[in-house]
Every structure is written in C-alpha cells, then in structure tokens.
C-alpha cells in the first residue's frame, strides 16, 4: 500500500456483548451544539464567499464560537427573556486580497443569524441574540494566499472512528432526532434543547432525557405533566424499531413538584437562562459522544474542508470505518480507523492510517486485512472530494 496504511486483528470484548455502555446525545438546541453549528455555518459561508470571488477556498478556520447564556423567567402560559444571549463568533480568515476588502464580517454575521432563524424557532434572533464577531483580520497579497490547492496538512493532527453503532448508540442518537424531528408537531410544548442520556447495563437501557418546554404551550403544571408522560410513552414506543432490549425512559428527572421546579424555558432553550456553550464540547463527528469507543478531542465544527485535517481526518475515519464494516460485514464485529497527519505533507497521504478490526473465529484475517486497506487507499485517493460534500450540506459534524 502506498498511504501508510497498516490493518490488523485485535481481539477484544465488542461493545455489544460488554456489561456496560454509556452513551451521550446532545441535541440542535444544546449550547454547545448551537455553537458546532454557527461555527461550521460561518465556515461554509466563507468557503462559498472565496469560491465566488476566486474560485477556491483561502485559508480560514472558525472553530472558536462562544455562547454566553443569558436570563429569563420563564412561567406557565408564558415568560420573558430578560437579558439577551451571547454569541461571539472567534477565528481567523482572509479579509483582504491585495487592495480587495472581503465582506468576512457581513458573511459570517448573516450565517449566524440565518441557522438561529431557521433552528430556534422561539428565538427572536434580532431582540434575544446579540452577534459579536471577532474573527481576526488579515491583509496578503494574492500571490502569498495559503495555498489550498496544493491539499496540505495545515497541521500535525489525527482523526478517529468506528463502526458500527451499536444498539445504545443508535437508540442515543435516533431519540434526539425523534424528539427534534417527526414529533415535533406533535408535541409543540418541546423545545429545540434535548440530551438524551443512554446508560446499558447487560440487556436494560436506561434512557434519562432532558427536554425544555416552551413555556408559552403549557398553561400549567397538570399540562407539563401530561406533556412528559406524552413524550415518554412516545419514546419508548420508537425504542422498539430501533432495539429488542429492555429500555426505561426517564424524563427531566431534576422536576420537584412540591417546590415548583420545572424544565421551563422562555425560547426552548437553555442558553437562555445561563448555559453557556463552546464549539468541541459537544457531539463527536458522528453525532454521539461514546466514553466506551475510542474519541477525538479534535472539533471538527469551523474548521476549513481543505487543509485542516482536524476536520477531514474525523469524517475520513468514520466514512472509512463505515464502508469497511457495510462491506465486508460478514465475520467482522467492528472496526475502528485512525489517521494521522503531518504538517506540510498531502492530506491524501497520511504518517499512518491504522484499520483495527474485531473478526470472527473461522474467517480469512488476511482476505479481511486486504480489503479493508484497499478500502482505505480508494477513500484516500478521493479525499479532496469531502470539501464539495460539506460544502452542499451532505455531512454532518456533530
């Protein structure tokens, strides 16, 4: 192989047949989720910007993004929202080509506010929001931009995944979107901010949720009762698509009845009321964050889809792991990738690409190794493509 591409067997217990697993899910309306996502809004909308204007992409990275909560008193049939939420938009960009001013702050602004729109419904993102942007400014010339045509590393970084999801990861996962998704009209009262929590142990999952309720649909406290039997019900009724285990729904378990503690929220969101929020604190690439599995700590969010591997390394992984498994599934528990890079050097052509893969008794190891490398090699060769996928809204960072 000619991209430093080494696969092996290990032997190891696979997640499923493990004692415990435990699992997290932090939904679109989580702070930290809130900031993944405008940050990597802003790094597309910038990507879109320098492609009208010079037909590539110039060096930026927006993985900085801030969220300051603010306050409200929310109550029963309606609140209000008292001081006003936090955002500062951090990173750096290219502002300036020769004597050409580029509309960064405008750009990056207008993608903040367009995903607050779309995303928060019960958020007024003019009068609930304000939009600071502090992404650093730089004037080159054009023939000193970073070239992101050569598809160098733009730093010494790695990028890891597996595959596949088991049982508790995608119950994590597809609850979030669930709740967020199709019950949406169903249940208006919910609000945008839901985590799920999944906790396995042998063959019963615990599932804690915390869902905010919009304040404005529930008149009173009989009502948000009904709301959280509603949702759990509705729950555990999907639960039984996804796995055959015994699963136990609880739903925003810190209520307190007799002193009048509820999870009421002005907009259906925390960061209204104090929770704060960074990019890379929240989901992992692949949606879920998984104590259990092998993590970057890398944010993948507003970091540039050209150069920086901090990003397409973690999509690579886990695409990889992905087709690995989707193609040679027969005899293999699970696989898990990892990339390396080197400053400087081809993002196509790693320091190392490690495949581990958990194999069946009885199977070819060395047909298994074979294919997963050769799997590995293609996908690499074809790494350059991620930057037009990302960029038509086809992959998702958190």
Do not use: W
């Amino acid at each position: 192989m000619s991209k430093n591409i080494a696969a092996e067997i290990i032997y190891e217990t696979p997640i499923e047949e493990q004692k415990i697993e435990i699992v997290e899910r932090k939904g679109i309306g989580h702070p930290d989720s809130i900031a993944d996502a405008i940050a990597e809004e802003v790094s597309k909308n910038l990507s879109r910007m320098y492609i009208e204007e010079y037909n590539r992409i110039l060096h930026h990275n927006t993985d900085e993004t801030q969220i300051v909560g603010g306050q409200a008193k929310p109550s029963f049939g309606g609140g209000l929202l008292l001081e006003p939420i936090y955002i500062l938009l951090v990173g750096r960009a290219v502002t300036r080509v020769g004597d050409n001013r580029l509309p960064y702050r405008s750009t990056a602004l207008r993608a903040a506010r367009e995903y607050l729109e779309e995303n928060c419904p019960h958020l007024d993102a003019d009068e609930d929001v304000i939009l600071d942007c502090r992404i650093g400014k730089g004037s080159i010339d054009l023939m000193e931009v970073y070239d992101t045509k050569k598809g160098l590393a733009n730093d010494t970084s790695f990028g890891v995944s597996f595959a596949p999801l088991s049982d508790t990861e995608r119950l994590a996962l597809e609850t979030e979107k669930y709740i967020n998704g199709p019950l949406k009209s169903e249940l208006p009262e919910i609000g945008q901010d839901i985590k799920v929590m999944a906790v396995r142990n042998k063959d019963s999952i615990d599932l804690t949720i915390a869902a905010a309720m919009v304040d404005k649909f529930v008149p009173d406290k009989d009502h948000y009762i009904s709301v959280k039997q509603d949702l759990k019900e509705r729950v555990m009724k999907k639960a039984e698509d996804i796995t055959e285990r015994d699963v136990n729904v609880m739903v925003n378990t810190a209520d307190d009845y007799g002193n009048d503690v509820y999870y009421l929220t002005v907009t259906g969101l925390s960061m209204e009321n104090g929770d704060d929020g960074s990019v890379g604190r929240g989901n992992r690439l692949n949606g879920l964050i998984t104590p259990f599995r092998p993590m970057s700590m890398e944010a993948s969010a507003g970091k540039n889809p050209v150069t920086h591997v901090g990003k397409l390394y973690n999509i690579a992984s886990n695409e990889i792991a992905q087709k690995i498994y989707e193609e040679e599934s027969d005899g293999i528990h699970e696989v898990f990738v990892r990339l390396v890079s080197q400053i400087g050097k081809p993002i196509n052509d790693p320091q190392v690409a490690s495949i581990q893969m958990v194999v069946a008794e009885g199977e070819n190891k060395n047909t298994k190794m074979y294919s997963a490398e050769a799997i590995a090699e293609e996908y690499l060769d074809n790494i350059h493509n991620l930057k037009d996928r990302i960029l038509n809204d086809e992959i998702s960072v958190f």
